[in-house]
Structure formats: structure tokens, C-alpha cells
């Protein structure tokens, strides 16, 4: 069985000790070559400067394939495509195209007045400018905002219709649920990568309760599997083995590439990697 390309996102550091985490990260990750890595913007674009100062930098000290991502919060168009240019002028061609999430303490995403209306206006406009590889957003579990069950569907065609190159779905607990989203982006005329996120499970109850705000169904076979294993002090265990089998039963469905969503934190990742054969040293012998 070929064994998948990988990629990683990242967190933009807020702090000193942060910075550390980050560059732990990227060098524990590095060398298994990923495809690209991503650094994301905080809730409201909070992090906006960070992730700016993080993604030229990985891509200056690295040589990494750094994708900067990009939200409509908060910004005009033109303050939008000035950052997108700076990307360009910076050597960064990579965008993760998002609406973005609503700032802290708004109910819902409100457009700024001369901002981009969502995400496909954003993505448009990027596109129009020829300079940049641009990945969205999917979703195998039914968005909050989403009207009925087939909307998530549509609105994805809608931003490869726009101009996107690839989606990154969020994460998900159960392969069926990724393969069913496949099949039905398939039968809606999808040709474009749609990219599974992986989320390692560092920390149960900080999972669930994410996964409660964007939508993500939790099984209660693995709830009670974490709770298992909390009383027999085997929690990593347990995620990285469920998290190696994911990813394993994608492959033999013939996914082709995973998106490890990493919390800054690089050891649960690192070893599901290892565990699927995707190890430094097979990564070089494949570049060589």
C-alpha cells in the first residue's frame, strides 16, 4: 500500500514559551518532508500580525512550503489583499482561503462593511490575482450555520468554482464519515483534492468540547473508550492507536494525503506517522 504525503498546521506563538513550542514542533515534524504545513489566524483574525511574522519566518528558516491562512474577519478588501500581497512579495504563495470565525463574544460572522462577504468573495479575489495555490475549507459533519444536510456539499463546490485548488475538511471521529462526504462531493461533480484533517487527541475533554462548537459528531464508543482509559492511565494509548487506524483505513480507501491538525504539540503526531511507515528516513529515500 503507498504510503500518503502528509501535511501539518501550525499555531501562530503568542508568547515566549510559545515561540519555543512552535519551533519544538517544526523541528520534530520537519523531517518527515511534509507536503506543506499551515499556520492559522486566531478567532476574529486576533492573530493576524503572529501569523504574518510565523509564516515568513518558517519559510525563511525552514525552506518548508509554508500556506498562510486567510479570513475575511474584520478587515476591508483592500486591508485582505494588501496582507495577501505581502504573502506574494514574501515568496508565500500558499493561502488557506476561510470566512473565519465570528470575534469573541459575536453570536455570529458579521462581513465588515467594505470587507468580503464570505468566503467565496474572498477566494474570487485571490484567485484573480494568478499568484497563489489556494485551499479551503470542508466539512463531513454538518456545519452549525448549514442549512440542511447537502449544504456543506454545495458551498464547497461553490469555492472551487471560485477558484480554490484543493479542501482541508475538519476533523472527524469515524472513517465512514469522511468517505460518505467524498462520495457525496463525488456525485455533485468534485474533481478537486479534498484533504482529511486528523486531529490527535492530546486531550479528551478539550476535543469534545471543540468539537461541540464546530459541529463534529462525537461517537459514544469512543467516549466511553477515553473514559476506559483515563481509569487505567492509558489515554495516550489510546490516541495514538485510534488515531493510527483512522488514518490507516483512509489510506486503504485511497486517500492519498492527511492534514494533521498538530496543537503545536508534535509527539502524538510524530508517532502515528511513524506508525503508518512515514518515518525521516523514508522521507528522504523518497525525495532522493
Not at 500580525?49 to 519566518?57: D, I
Not at 482529511?196 to 469512543?222: H, M, Y
Not at 511513524?274 to 528522504?284: D, N, Q, R
Amino acid at each position: 500500500m503507498p504510503r500518503p504525503t502528509v501535511s501539518f498546521e501550525f499555531f501562530p506563538p503568542q508568547s515566549l514559551e510559545a515561540s519555543f513550542r512552535l519551533w519544538e514542533t517544526v523541528q520534530m515534524l520537519a523531517p518527515l518532508r511534509p507536503e506543506f504545513v499551515s499556520v492559522t489566524y486566531g478567532a476574529g483574525g486576533t492573530t493576524r500580525k503572529l501569523t504574518h511574522e510565523a509564516v515568513t519566518t518558517l519559510g525563511k528558516a525552514t525552506g518548508l512550503r509554508v500556506a498562510a491562512h486567510l479570513t475575511c474577519v474584520d478587515a476591508t478588501r483592500a486591508e485582505t489583499l494588501e496582507i495577501a500581497e505581502g504573502y506574494a512579495s514574501a515568496g508565500i504563495t500558499d493561502i488557506v482561503a476561510l470566512r473565519g470565525d465570528a470575534p469573541k463574544g459575536a453570536g455570529r460572522f458579521t462581513p465588515h462593511p467594505e470587507g468580503f462577504a464570505d468566503s467565496v468573495e474572498l477566494i474570487e479575489a485571490l484567485a484573480a490575482t494568478g499568484r497563489f495555490t489556494l485551499r479551503v475549507g470542508a466539512y463531513p459533519d454538518r456545519h452549525p450555520e448549514a442549512a440542511d444536510d447537502g449544504a456543506d456539499v454545495r458551498w464547497l463546490k461553490r469555492k472551487l468554482d471560485a477558484g480554490a485548488n484543493a479542501a482541508i475538511t475538519q476533523f472527524f471521529f469515524e472513517p465512514d464519515t469522511f468517505l460518505r462526504f467524498r462520495d457525496a462531493c463525488a456525485a455533485a461533480g468534485i474533481t478537486a483534492p479534498i484533504i482529511p484533517g486528523i486531529l490527535p487527541i492530546e486531550n479528551w475533554d478539550g476535543v469534545k468540547s471543540f468539537a461541540a462548537r464546530c459541529g463534529t459528531k462525537v461517537p459514544q464508543w469512543l467516549d466511553d473508550a477515553f473514559a476506559h482509559a483515563r481509569r487505567d492511565g492509558r489515554e495516550e494509548l489510546l490516541a495514538t492507536a485510534l488515531c493510527a487506524e483512522l488514518c490507516d483505513t483512509l489510506i486503504g480507501e485511497g486517500v492519498e494525503q492527511l492534514h494533521f491538525y498538530t496543537l503545536n504539540r508534535p509527539h502524538l503526531t510524530r508517532d502515528v506517522c511513524h506508525a503508518l511507515g512515514i518515518a525521516p528516513e523514508l522521507a528522504l529515500e523518497k525525495v532522493a
